[in-house]
Nanobody, 124 residues
Framework: VQLQAFGGGLVQAGGSLRLSCATS????????MAWFRQAPGKEREFVAA????????YYSDLVKGRFTVSKDNAKTTAYLQMTSLKPEDTAVYYC??????????????????WGQGTQVTVSS
């Protein structure tokens, strides 16, 4: 199973970026999709998730109202639209796929498949 995350880059505070995570159709349809991030010297943390049906989304309190997770079934791609970016959003962002339940949707261990990560740097 392969997930390819891309779209990261350098942006000024207040700016926007859209991350994409492409995978195979089978992986996409059978799994929930999520985004995690890891800042230097910190543990990886949950950012957002979307259930395989697309009907439910979940967000970290740190990004709620600024980030939007979505998916395009035809393109078998998940997205993370990030707006009003802050320097503290600087991190490597990872996409992940797995069969979660409500109690595990924010947990790394629920996701079996991971992308390679894409760097997001927000300058002040």
């Amino acid at each position: 199973v392969q997930l390819q995350a891309f779209g990261g880059g350098l942006v000024q505070a207040g700016g926007s970026l859209r991350l994409s995570c492409a995978t195979s159709g089978r992986t996409f349809s059978n799994n929930d999709m999520a985004w995690f991030r890891q800042a230097p010297g910190k543990e990886r943390e949950f950012v957002a998730a979307i259930r395989r049906s697309g009907g439910h989304t979940y967000y970290s309190d740190l990004v709620k109202g600024r980030f939007t997770v979505s998916k395009d079934n035809a393109k078998t791609t998940a997205y993370l639209q990030m707006t009003s970016l802050k320097p503290e959003d600087t991190a490597v962002y990872y996409c992940a796929a797995g069969p979660t339940i409500l109690s595990t949707v924010r947990q790394e261990r629920a996701y079996y498949h991971w992308g390679q990560g894409t760097q997001v740097t927000v300058s002040s």
